[in-house]
């Protein structure tokens, strides 16, 4: 990690794709910083999520960065997710800056919004590291999507203002990470392409020894470090942003204290807002959640839960 004069350290993890990994990655950093005794934040500049979390001053930022907090040990707080995204259809999201809604916007309105919401970005971001011994920083979706590169705020548009190293996270599980590691450097900016530090392979499940040749092509082809190679975790289960997420087994019913189980169907909305609401459903004994898509699976259900949507 770097750190200009008079600010701490800090470090951007970017993904190659979505639910690449970027939330539990930084999350582990952060744990590992605050064991090692350094007073350490997460950062998020700009989220899309309907997945939220309240401050304890009643600020609105990511479930992901108040999970992130808690791994740091602090409390949670507006500057660490100052761009707050909330979809309400495929073209609209309701605009929250530092916990409040501002407005809403579509996507070619939100330009409007952009310059703006990167000097905020930026200042919360400079706020975090002259608080904090280091800030350990979270993208958004991939660095490579260059169609939003001009306006981008949350991955090279940050790590650029902000002189920030960047490790790219590769999910290992979906196949092609080689390639979306490779392709992600190649097609970023030379500028861009001279603040990635490196990759960190994500999800695997196998024989070490057989991924080893291919993380020494991706050194010999790109000129940076493979940092680590992550294993697959079962039974990892951490408050996401993602309704990627939604899929993750999260493991059999407890066992019901008497009686029969209570099957619980919980509907899967296209747009679901803090379907995290349901965990505390899932943790009970005897008590079955699934998510349904159809209406035949609400034929066995004893209890059917339809969530909150902005749409």
Known sequence: MTGRAGQAPALL?????????????????????????????????????????????????????????????????????????????????????????????????????????????????????????????????????INLRAGDIANMGLARAADLPVLVVGDIDRGGVFASMYGTLALLEPEDQALVAGFVVNKFRGAPELLEPGLEMVRGLTGRPV??????????WLDVEDSLALSVDRGPAQAPVGGRSLRVAVVRVPRISNFTDIDALTVEPGVDVRFVTGAHELDDADLVVLPGSRA
């Not at 940092?227 to 990892?236: E, K, N, Q, S």
């Open 13 to 145: 993890v970017a993904g190659t794709t979505s639910d690449a990994g970027k939330s539990v990655v930084a999350a582990g950093l952060c744990r590992w910083l605050a064991r090692q005794g350094v007073k350490v934040a997460p950062f998020k500049a700009q989220n899309m999520s309907l997945n939220s979390v309240v401050t304890p001053d009643g600020a609105e930022i990511g479930r992901a960065q108040a999970m992130q907090a808690a791994a740091a040990g602090i409390e949670p707080s507006a500057a660490m997710n100052p761009v707050l995204l909330k979809p309400g259809g495929d073209r609209t999201s309701q605009v929250v800056v530092r916990g409040r809604p501002v407005g809403e916007a579509d996507a070619v309105g939100y330009r409007a919004y952009r310059d703006r919401l990167r000097e905020v970005a930026v200042e919360s971001l400079a706020e975090l590291r002259s608080e904090y011994d280091a800030v350990i920083c979270e993208g958004a979706g991939s660095p490579a999507e």
């Open 227 to 236: 940092h680590g190679v992550l294993p697959w975790l079962d039974g990892l």
